[in-house]
């Protein structure tokens, strides 16, 4: 792992925080539902394979969301989201490992762990059918790939730059998310995808992670030849109380939406319909 030095504040404090927790009671054994299947029955239906995230609130963003977590996930899917993320983060993103059991017993997508896990005894804190492991902070990925796999879980692998792609790579994961937001800084730069899709082999899953806020940048990262995008802010809207469902539709429907649609959605949302770079 690089020197958390090199981390911003609010990341640092995120890790220490992880590195305090306690782990699960046993070990997990997971029966997960298959991400690859949702993702091919999205674009079946003619859906921009979309995970929607529940993030009641992040160092970024401009407020707290306080709606009941099963409440946001169900409207997600019912805008067309084809899997959950949620945050079990507590301390900095508002989420928990309860949130995320009764959201999983409430739809039957398939659903993201997204938190900070950064060895084996994280692994077993809750059942998800996916877990999002961060490259710079794990030490053994390889063995914490395979550890993920015993349990039954699809380890989902984030990275920033190509050393990291190659590390992931090396330790054999099969699902690379690339994030947009760098964890020195949290900029975001949808350049971050552009640059490291090449360089992702056809046959593992890409997911553009971070900073996805418009049709138009939905747009973008699937040129960039993203498989799936995880968006959790531009959904969640912090700073106000929009209707979730919608806010998923309109980035699910982007490739089928003409241009006119897709700005009036975006004027009519509120939303800045412009892509960031
Ligand atoms: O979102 C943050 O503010 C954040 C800060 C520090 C570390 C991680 C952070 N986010 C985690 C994520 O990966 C995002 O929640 C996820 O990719 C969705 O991003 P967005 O659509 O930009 O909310």
Redesign the pocket.
């Known amino acids: 792992m690089n020197s958390d030095t090199e981390l ?1 504040p ?2 640092q404090s ?1 890790l220490a925080a992880a590195r305090e927790r306690a782990g699960g009671e046993g070990v997990v054994d997971v029966d997960a539902r298959p991400l690859a299947d949702t993702l091919a029955d999205a674009e079946a239906d003619g859906r921009v394979p979309l995970i929607a ?1 529940v ?1 009641p609130t ?4 401009e407020g707290t969301r306080d709606d009941d977590p099963v409440e946001l996930a169900r409207a997600m899917v019912a805008g067309g989201a084809a899997a959950i993320s949620v ?1 079990t983060e507590p301390s900095h993103f508002g989420g928990s490992p309860e949130a995320l059991t009764r959201i999983r017993e409430a739809v039957d997508v398939p659903v993201l762990r ?1 938190d900070f896990v950064v060895d084996e005894d994280g692994l077993d804190l809750v059942e998800a059918d996916l877990l999002l492991l961060i490259a710079r902070f794990v030490d053994d990925l390889e063995g914490l790939v395979a550890a993920a796999r015993e349990r039954g879980l699809q380890p989902l692998v ?1 990275v920033h730059d190509r050393d990291e792609l190659e590390t992931a790579l090396e330790a054999g994961t099969d699902l690379i998310g690339v ?1 947009n ?1 760098d ?1 020195a800084t ?1 900029e ?1 730069d949808l350049g971050t995808v552009e640059s490291v899709a090449p360089d992702v082999p056809e046959d593992v899953t890409l997911i553009a ?4 806020s418009s049709p138009a940048d939905v747009r973008r990262m699937r040129e960039a030849d993203a498989d799936a995008l ?5 959904i969640m809207d912090h700073g106000g109380d929009s209707d979730v469902t919608e806010n998923t539709r309109r980035l699910v429907r982007a490739e089928s939406m003409n241009a006119a649609d897709s700005t009036r959605a975006s004027a009519t949302t509120d939303h800045d319909g412009d892509s960031q770079t």
């Open positions: 911003a609010a990341v995120i995230e993030k992040s160092p970024t963003a945050l997204k984030e994030n937001r964890l949290l975001v992670e971070s900073g996805v995880l968006v959790g802010s531009a």
